[in-house]
């Protein structure tokens, strides 16, 4: 065959691989309050850029991997203390100014500020020095050895941005993505275009539209009308048989790193009586919850770490379904009679619904609930910024993220030598073997103080039209990753 038939053959191939539709709407059921992941802990504002508009020099794959991003290689030196990343030559940001090394100098060293307001802020607490070496290429100095750096620069946390336009970013971001940003209607929808100068691999996509829908009956609607073309975390996982029944549609089912919990504020009375803590681990049945909730998607968890990781250990058995003890546990506590509380619910059905049943299930033992349904907004500030709760359920989705159980500060307000001393060696230590004795000593830690009642880990129910291609069917990071995402003839 010669060169103009190869050529032909290759074109009438990629033409079968990529129907002739260019545009795709993804459905989310929590609109992001911002759309800068430097400034924000909602997941909803990785669930849009993550990968699409932003990017960092490591990034996630779909398996979980950390690969190159921004960076196309890297050394580190035999102490640990240093990383010299060599950066992608040709690579612009949306409005057309040149990446360089001085964009990820400001970007980390805006991070790690004093007064910076990332949400991970700790993910840079080690990274003692910044340094353009020339134009392509930048040293980190670590004050300490740090296993997790790569791993911490694939956050969304970590993405590079432009200095120009960085304030900007909140409602207009600018990144180096195969997307630039075209639209947000708020309360309706964010609306994404191919980036043509884009210095990778180009999205096959022309415009992505994520529409938030946030309740589960007009989500399933909107996916049966044709509306959405996908709904990557379907809200109403009793609606998928029915979905797994139409040849329109496909139901990909798949892991998260989403711990569910019943987060519990440690410093409020009486959830600082670690008995009282006790006694509310031993009142849920994990099993009910997920049957009930989730229409048995999910999988019973023991402490905040999923069950796929390798590292994970089973402590399930720790805090069975046991409400006589839980009663004898709560009169030993001083709680014979019982005790009120709140119970503050963010919007997605795995809270709404896992509350209910959770209220019933804490009310056979004496602990009674006042339920406050929250929007997503007010969560984040009466909840995770104000501390103002005494119990309230949330998938946390970052992955490996048990470090937040060493900050004194976050929401749930644990704190404990014994677990600070655990994570400081992890951080300290490179060897496999070793940190993975110290993760399962960090879970058995935070299971044996009953930081939090540990329910499930939430289970990846997505749906999308048959013909669409290349989303990804688990979540090793919260993203709705559209780089590799086309339509099949």
Do not use: C
Not at 329 to 341: P, V
């Amino acid at each position: 065959m010669n060169l103009l038939k190869l050529t032909l053959a290759a074109s009438l191939l990629g033409t079968a691989a990529y129907g002739a539709q260019s545009d795709v709407t993804i459905g989310m059921q929590l609109e992001p309050p911002m759309l800068d992941p430097t400034g924000g802990a909602a997941a909803a504002i990785d669930e849009v850029v993550y990968a699409n508009i932003f990017e960092g020099l490591t990034r996630f794959a779909s398996d979980g991997a950390i690969i190159p991003g921004l960076a196309s290689e890297w050394e580190i030196s035999d102490d640990g203390l240093s990383y010299t990343f060599k950066l992608r030559s040709g690579v612009t940001f949306h409005d057309g100014a040149s990446f360089e090394a001085s964009d990820v100098v400001f970007s980390f060293d805006r991070a790690r500020a004093e007064d910076s307001t990332n949400a991970q802020k700790a993910l840079f607490a080690d990274i003692a020095s910044v340094e353009a070496v020339d134009d392509l290429t930048v040293k980190l100095t670590l004050s300490k050895p740090n296993g997790n750096m790569l791993f911490n620069l694939a956050w969304g946390d970590a993405i590079i941005v432009d200095p120009a336009s960085v304030d900007g970013n909140a409602t207009t971001p600018i990144g180096t993505g195969p997307f630039t940003f075209t639209n947000w209607a708020k309360g309706d929808s964010v609306t994404i275009t191919k980036n043509a100068n884009y210095w990778g691999e180009p999205a096959k996509l022309d415009t992505a539209t994520f529409k938030f829908i946030s309740d589960p009956t007009a989500a399933f609607a909107a996916m049966m009308a044709e509306d959405i073309d996908a709904f990557p975390a379907f809200p109403a996982p009793e609606n998928l048989p029915q979905f797994d029944a139409d040849p329109r549609f496909e139901v990909l089912i798949g892991s998260t790193e989403g711990e569910t919990i019943l987060s519990t504020n440690n410093q409020m009375p009486p959830f600082d009586n670690p008995l009282v803590r006790k006694a509310m681990a031993h009142a849920i049945d994990r099993q009910a919850i997920i049957d009930g909730a989730m229409f048995g998607y999910g999988t019973p968890i023991g402490t905040h770490f999923a069950p796929h990781n390798p590292a994970y250990v089973d402590l399930t058995t720790d805090s069975a379904f046991d409400p006589e003890l839980s009663k004898k546990l709560l009169a030993e506590a001083g709680f014979a009679d019982g005790f009120t509380t709140t119970l503050k619910l963010p919007p997605p059905s795995y809270a709404r619904r896992g509350g209910e049943i959770i209220a019933a299930q804490l009310r056979e033992v004496g602990i009674q609930t006042e339920i406050s349904n929250l929007e997503w907004a007010q969560w984040l500030e009466q909840v995770f910024k104000g501390k103002d709760f005494g119990l309230t359920i949330v998938s946390h989705t970052e992955p490996m993220d048990i470090g937040i159980y060493a900050r004194p500060d976050y929401y749930f307000q644990y704190q404990s030598d014994a677990f600070n001393g655990i994570m400081d060696k992890l951080n300290n230590t490179t060897d496999p073997d070793m940190r993975t004795q110290l993760m399962q000593d960090a879970q058995k830690q935070i299971a044996s103080d009953n930081v939090n009642g540990y329910l499930f880990q939430l289970a990846k129910t997505g749906v999308s039209n048959a013909k669409l291609k290349g989303l990804w069917a688990n979540s090793p990071t919260q993203a709705n990753d559209l780089t590799a995402v086309y339509w099949e003839e």
